[in-house]
């Protein structure tokens, strides 16, 4: 028996050695994702920029049937293109989320001034719960902010009535909406993708809404060479 266990003991070694190798990489990893959190995280009115995200109707709307889930309010009766999925505080690195718990209650009366923009409801009070909160505003003031950074962009004209499906390249969707919008830069807009589908297209603002470069957002963006964009409903 104790020939077994000297015999057994370079084996033993080994393959601990081997272990902490390739748990080494991983520990690290969580490490640095700990160090990331930005020293304000959740604190209200502490961030860097916003990111406007534009959301692709259509897209949302083919998703949500193939789910198989209840009717979405923004997929029937009138036809949406670009719709606003939110206005985001970010860190440079990271983001804060649901900064006031429970956060304050959401005038009605604004959710209804909303559904212009923001099609849905509960996408609104979703929006105001988990990044409205950590505006540093009063929910008033933060969806006129929304609606300010929303008239800022200016959508390409051949995405304004999209009558039949269109293949992209999410380079050629990001520099249309260049074009479009004098000041904006490839370091402050981005796209985003499902498997097949275009998704979103993000614009990052500063506080006070003029274009800025944020790079982590950008290293989020879509890296298929081709998605769709389904057409209008209603198109």
């Known amino acids: ?132 909160t950590c505006s540093g505003l009063t929910d008033r003031n933060y969806f006129e902010t929304i609606r300010k950074a929303r008239a800022a962009i200016k959508i390409p004209a051949e995405y304004l009535d999209l009558s039949q499906a269109k293949t992209v390249a999410p380079a050629d969707v990001e520099e249309a909406f260049i074009k479009a919008n004098p000041g904006l830069s490839n370091a402050a807009v981005s796209v985003t993708c499902n498997r097949t589908r275009l998704s979103e297209v993000r614009i990052c603002l500063s506080k006070d809404l003029q274009f800025r470069a944020c790079e982590e957002t950008d290293r989020r963006a879509c890296r298929r060479d081709q998605v769709t964009m389904p057409p209008i409903r209603g198109g």
């Open 1 to 132: 028996m104790v020939h077994f266990r000297l015999h057994s003991f370079p084996r033993l070694m080994i393959s601990l050695t081997l272990a902490l190798t390739l748990a080494l990489p991983l520990i690290a990893a969580l490490a640095g994702g700990a160090k990331a959190q930005d020293r304000r995280q959740n604190e209200p009115g502490e961030f860097d920029f916003y990111v406007l995200s534009l959301s692709w109707s259509p897209s949302f709307c083919e998703e949500a049937a193939e789910r198989g889930g209840r009717s979405q309010i923004q997929c029937s009766g009138r036809p949406y293109a670009f719709v606003v999925h939110g206005l985001w505080p970010q860190y440079e690195n990271g983001f804060p989320e649901y900064c006031q718990r429970p956060s304050p209650r959401l005038n009605r009366s604004i959710v209804s001034s909303m559904l212009d923009l923001m099609p849905a409801p509960g996408l609104i009070f979703n929006e105001w719960d988990k990044h409205g």
